[in-house]
């Protein structure tokens, strides 16, 4: 029982990790591509 709670929280974690992680890597380049564009 132990072993399957630790596991499910660590794939809650490990999965909310990446998804703010994709998010905030998403930003980033989209402001990276934007930014040039607005000097031009």
């Known amino acids: 029982m132990f072993v399957v709670d630790y596991l499910s929280k ?5 999965t909310t990790y990446n998804i703010t992680h994709n998010i905030s890597y998403n930003i ?13």
């Open 10 to 14: 660590n794939i809650l974690i490990q």
């Open 28 to 40: 980033l380049y989209n402001v990276c591509v934007a930014l040039p564009t607005l000097f031009v």
